[in-house]
């Protein structure tokens, strides 16, 4: 038997949910501002997670495990291992010198443009 196919998905996931005043999408980058609500993330800055569900005034955030994010250029991921990663501001992603959080890029094909990222 040859298998081929594997998955990150499902690995250490974690959701919360934040209350937002901003009009989000799934998808989109969020940090938090200082009372705890969910915002858009700054270009160019780090974000707590990925907005899975909308719901009101409420999003759904994947904080934790693995999901694919669109890359912001072919370039935006020299290498896979540990890595810095922000938003570019435009729905895109893509490493930094410097951060907080460094988090696991395991795949950053040109092919598709889409970095695999254990958050």
């Known amino acids: 038997m040859n298998i081929n196919h594997y998955s990150y998905k499902g690995i250490g996931e974690t959701v919360l949910t934040f209350k937002t005043y901003k009009n989000l999408n799934k998808g989109d980058f969020i ?4 009372e705890g609500t969910a915002v858009l993330a700054d270009a160019n800055s780090e974000f707590v997670g990925v907005v899975l569900a909308v ?16 890359m912001s250029s072919a370039s935006a991921f020299p290498a896979t291992g540990y890595q810095y990663v922000v938003s570019d501001g435009k729905g895109g ?4 010198s410097t951060g907080k959080c460094p988090r696991l890029v395991v795949s950053a094909p040109v092919s598709t443009l889409k970095a695999g990222i254990i958050l």
Request: glycine content about 4%.
């Open 31 to 34: 940090r938090l501002d200082t």
């Open 93 to 96: 992603v893509l490493s930094a």
């Open 55 to 70: 719901c009101e005034d409420h999003v759904s955030v994947l904080v934790k495990g693995f999901i694919e994010l669109p």
